[in-house]
């Protein structure tokens, strides 16, 4: 016998009467009572992530090609940056000392700096692969100060930058064609000689024209401010970072080494494929430090395979938990869709970068996100469990990520909105995770304690077979006895009665011989009646714990049934319940099943009612009538006693849950009448109040007619 959990989990497993739970160690946690807290702090720091963004002052902007910083000085007002409009020729690098010594210059056009080129570049061309030279006058300039450090984020580019001639720095190769071309996704600050009160700033550029091609923010400053900020924006995204790899080890180590939970191992691939993506494409592209000799499109392939992979994870990620709104087929059909977006990374280099590719890869992955959506919406609506916790924490990517392309469509570098947004799903799946695993704890708990109830009842069952046979001798001597007695009696009257005729009334045992008269065959038949109901239940026992699955098949008057179990607890009944009403409709058709049977149930009913009430005055109420619309008989038992709150009536029909278990209750009494009715072909319905009482309604199928 195994024993499963909702999530269809095997947690235990019975053999040879004997339990074996499964191997589980992973303890609730943290997460799993701070849920509402740790959801709140989530939105917090995502919506103080702009903090991280105020790197610089941003000035007055550039007109024209010229920027006026005559009132600026880099130690009191901070760090500047350089945007607006500058001056721009397509297709051509310009000799950057061209500036200074006033040479000819071919006519310019404008373009806003930061922005991408697809938003600037004229479309006609054809051409994926465009060059330009940027130039900027800065007029103004406070000699005094001696050095200043100039700051250029990372985007998809090569170029060389260049202050009054200079070559300050450069990344990647500008090549002549796009099989040269070799672009650079490094983030890069120089310090340069501040010596003249103009400086020109010129940048060459060679890139594909795709969506991600772009001229990113350029600030200046003193060196000190900038290192000094930038260790704070580096330090932030490091700590987040950092504490999503964390988790997601947590996870690796919760599964490999304590539970084999596919949910754990799904999260734990998300946050190592998070990591290797954003290390590799956005966050300091730090693998250019380790192996700097490897190229621009071995990180950017590493990046696409990784980010594709890690949405694939998030889709199994979410089958654990709602396998119903992530069919098997449909998971299936997401990992086809996967595999030949990563495909596409075969493809040359010069034609990676390409719009139509960069267009298929993103058209893949929004429908991975669309279906996850539709998925996860429907799975809210039906309520399931950890439905919202996942919902909410895909919204917060899902909402970063949206965020994050909308101010890189107007500022280029990337912000940590994207991290804040994985974050914060990430910790609700730790959240979701650590609820699950706390609810199959408290099952398996519960199980285990059903499972050693289980072993009582087997060994009931090998008990009442062994001593049956000792229970049965006795109790056949008494309905000798009793039918002895009866047919005894019988005889007896005439005499007896000819006897009062000619000496009167006599009495026996401070008994009258009237009242003996009448009451001395009722409590005969009494004796045989319940003598023939324990050989009745110690086969009952017999076949509960063999489970045979058979009820006799005979017509059955409900309303004569009931009055047969009443009078077998007659005698408790006076002394515990005063005010028993019976409201039985007339005329009811027959039903389909053993009497015998259908009383055992009704005495059980009748007996938790009465140990129900909290005075011998409350009314307890047993009424039949017929519902012509189902063509069935319902049978009420209420009671006005003490009542169950909802947990205790979720609980009270299952099997070994008693409220008398110091007193000997076993458990079973509701759970056998459920099982009874039901071999009817009924049903059975309990409804139940705190303080108010309990109503137990059955309904059983009318077969046979008056």
Not at 233 to 253: E, K, P, R
Not at 328 to 347: I, P, T, Y
Request: glycine share 8%; hydrophobic share 45%; aromatic share 10%.
């Amino acid at each position: 016998m195994e024993v499963i959990d909702p999530d269809g989990n095997k947690i235990a497993f019975v053999q040879d009467t004997k339990i074996h739970l499964m191997k589980n160690n992973h303890r609730g946690s943290f997460f799993s009572g701070n849920s509402w807290l740790i959801a709140i702090l989530c939105v917090l720091l995502f919506f103080l992530t702009g903090y991280s963004r105020r790197n610089a002052n941003p000035g007055v902007g550039a007109v024209r090609g010229l920027m006026k910083l005559s009132n600026w000085n880099p130690e009191r007002d901070g760090a500047i940056e350089l945007w607006g409009e500058w001056d721009v020729w397509w297709d051509t690098l310009i000799d950057p000392r061209s500036f200074d010594y006033q040479a000819e210059i071919p006519a310019r056009t404008l373009a806003r700096v930061p922005s991408h080129w697809l938003s600037e570049r004229q479309r006609e061309s054809d051409n994926p692969f465009v060059r330009a030279t940027y130039h900027l006058a800065l007029t103004g300039i406070d000699t005094t100060v001696g050095v200043l450090a100039v700051e250029m984020h990372q985007h998809v580019m090569a170029h060389q930058f260049f202050v009054n001639g200079r070559e300050v720095f450069s990344e990647g190769v500008i090549g002549e064609t796009p099989r040269e071309h070799v672009p650079s996704l490094y983030h890069r600050m120089e310090c340069f000689s501040a010596v003249a009160e103009t400086l020109h700033i010129v940048v060459h550029m060679g890139a594909f024209k795709q969506p991600s091609a772009g001229f990113g923010p350029i600030r200046m400053g003193h060196p000190f401010e900038l290192r000094r900020k930038r260790k704070m924006s580096v330090g932030i995204a490091s700590f987040l970072l950092g504490t999503i790899l964390t988790m997601g080890l947590y996870h690796g180590v919760v599964f490999f080494l304590f539970r084999r939970d596919f949910a754990a191992l799904h999260l734990f691939m998300f946050c190592m494929l998070f990591g290797i993506c954003h290390t590799s494409s956005f966050f300091e592209n730090l693998w250019t430090v380790v192996s700097p000799a490897a190229s621009y499109w071995l990180y950017h392939r590493i990046g696409w395979l990784s980010g594709l992979i890690g949405a694939l994870s998030l889709i199994f990620l979410a089958r654990e938990q709602f396998p119903k709104e992530f069919p098997r087929k449909v998971v299936l059909g997401l990992s086809v869709l996967v595999v030949v977006l990563c495909s596409l990374m075969a493809v040359p280099n010069h034609l990676l970068s390409t719009a139509p590719v960069k267009h298929v890869i993103n058209g893949g992955s929004s429908v991975l996100a669309a279906y996850a959506v539709i998925a996860l919406g429907v799975a809210l609506m039906r309520k399931r469990r950890g439905a919202f916790l996942f919902f909410a924490g895909y919204g917060a990517l899902g909402t970063s990520h949206i965020f994050d392309s909308y101010t890189y469509s107007f500022t280029m570098p990337m912000s940590q909105y994207l991290t804040f947004g994985t974050l914060a799903l990430v910790i609700t799946q730790t959240i979701a995770i650590a609820q699950r695993s706390s609810r199959m704890q408290q099952e398996a708990s519960e199980r285990q304690q059903e499972l050693v109830h289980a072993e009582k009842l087997a060994a009931m069952g090998t008990l009442v077979s062994t001593v049956a046979h000792e229970v049965n001798n006795p109790n056949n001597v008494i309905r000798l006895n009793a039918d002895a007695l009866q047919r005894s009696w019988k005889e007896i009257v005439p005499i007896l009665d000819e006897y009062v005729l000619d000496h009167g009334e006599f009495c026996v045992g401070e008994m009258s011989y009237g009242e003996i008269r009448e009451e001395f065959p009722r409590a005969l038949q009494r004796t045989s009646r319940n003598s023939e109901r324990i050989e009745h239940i110690v086969g009952d026992l017999r076949r509960f714990a063999q489970k045979e699955e058979h009820v006799d098949s005979e017509p059955v008057d409900i309303n004569q049934t009931i009055r047969n179990a009443a009078a077998m607890i007659e005698h408790t009944l006076r002394s515990n319940a005063r005010n028993v009403k019976f409201e039985l409709c007339a005329d009811l058709p027959r039903v389909s099943g053993s009497a015998r049977r259908l009383e055992q149930v009704i005495v059980n009913l009748l007996n938790n009612a009465r140990q129900a009430l909290l005075n011998p005055q409350d009314e307890i109420l047993i009424s039949t009538s017929l519902d012509k619309a189902s063509n069935t008989i319902l049978l009420v038992v209420k009671d006005k006693g003490r009542g169950m709150d909802k947990r205790m009536l979720q609980a009270a029909q299952k099997p070994f849950f008693s409220t008398k278990q110091t007193s000997g209750g076993m458990g079973l009494g509701l759970s056998i009448c459920k099982r009874l009715v039901e071999l009817h072909g009924g049903r059975m319905q309990i409804e139940s109040e705190q303080g108010r009482g309990t109503c137990v309604t059955i309904r059983l199928p009318c077969v046979h007619y008056v």
